[in-house]
Each structure stands twice: as C-alpha cells, then as structure tokens.
C-alpha cells in the first residue's frame, strides 16, 4: 500500500474525519478545515472553491470515491499543502451521477496558478493503487487511522 505520504499528513494534523454531511458544499468547506486550523488559509478558501464549482463544474470530483478541491484564488494561501479528510457517508455533487460520490477529500492549497498540478503528482500513487484506496474507504473510526496511518 502507498501510504507514506498519508502518514505525514496525518502526523501533521492535516487528517480530519466525520461521519456524513447534508451536502457536497458543507463536505468541501469542512474539507480544507485542517488547513484552517493550521493557519494555511485564509476562511474565504473554501467559499473560492465552491464559486470555481459554480463556475466550472464538478472538476473537483476526480474519480469514484475521490474529490480534490483547490482554488485559484492563491491570495488566500499562506502556506502551500495537501490536507486529507475521510467522509464515511459518500457525498455526491449529483446524486444521479454515482461517479459524482467522494469519500475520500484531498483538499489542495497552492500559493501559484498550477502549482496544484505538484500536489497532484504526489498523490497519483496513491490514487493508482486499489489497496490503499479501499483501506482509506474500510477505515472508519479514529482508531482505524490511527492503526492505518499512525
């Protein structure tokens, strides 16, 4: 399993978990909270998110089971980094759409115009591998991650 990269973002509190969300805008705003407390963003982060959703579309909804939220509002980044949160419930930007369904939120703060495409690279062995992808899915409590990624 590709889980190197994991653990340092959970070593460095950039993990959050919850249990589900009435909306896939309540999911990306709660999806760059560790980068909040971190004092990485700036609070209108996630609203810039959701307004290049209104924009663009579900371009954040990467694959099944996968949403990457970032922005290109970089004024609002004050530290670049990648922050990871579990939803066990999937949240659906279109609950007609099934490939629309995230659990897994890989929130994206960059502090220039395509540098996300960095943090993307970073994180494409971990989306490649099946393995790790269902071990993020099966794990459920603090304990699971603790024991997967502690």
């Given at each position: 399993?590709?889980?190197?990269?994991?653990?340092?973002?959970?070593?460095?509190?950039?993990?959050?978990?919850?249990?589900?969300?009435?909306?896939?805008?309540?999911?990306?705003?709660?999806?760059?909270?560790?980068?909040?407390?971190?004092?990485?963003?700036?609070?209108?982060?996630?609203?810039?998110?959701?307004?290049?959703?209104?924009?663009?579309?579900?371009?954040?909804?990467?694959?099944?089971?996968?949403?990457?939220?970032?922005?290109?509002?970089?004024?609002?980044?004050?530290?670049?980094?990648?922050?990871?949160?579990?939803?066990?419930?999937?949240?659906?930007?279109?609950?007609?759409?099934?490939?629309?369904?995230?659990?897994?939120?890989?929130?994206?703060?960059?502090q220039e115009l395509n540098?996300?495409?960095?943090?993307?690279?970073?994180?494409?062995?971990?989306?490649?591998?099946?393995?790790?992808?269902?071990?993020?899915?099966?794990?459920?409590?603090?304990?699971?991650?603790?024991?997967?990624?502690?």
């Amino acid at each position: 399993m590709e889980l190197e990269y994991l653990k340092r973002l959970y070593r460095d509190g950039l993990f959050d978990l919850y249990e589900s969300f009435g909306t896939w805008q309540e999911a990306v705003k709660a999806s760059v909270s560790p980068f909040l407390r971190a004092g990485m963003v700036e609070p209108g982060y996630a609203d810039s998110i959701l307004d290049n959703v209104a924009e663009n579309g579900p371009y954040i909804f990467l694959a099944p089971h996968i949403c990457m939220p970032h922005s290109k509002a970089v004024e609002l980044v004050h530290a670049p980094g990648v922050c990871f949160v579990k939803v066990n419930q999937p949240v659906y930007y279109d609950r007609n759409d099934p490939d629309t369904g995230a659990e897994l939120f890989f929130a994206i703060a960059a502090q220039e115009l395509n540098a996300h495409l960095d943090a993307v690279m970073s994180l494409a062995d971990v989306f490649d591998d099946e393995e790790t992808i269902q071990a993020l899915l099966d794990a459920k409590t603090p304990q699971d991650f603790e024991t997967l990624l502690g």
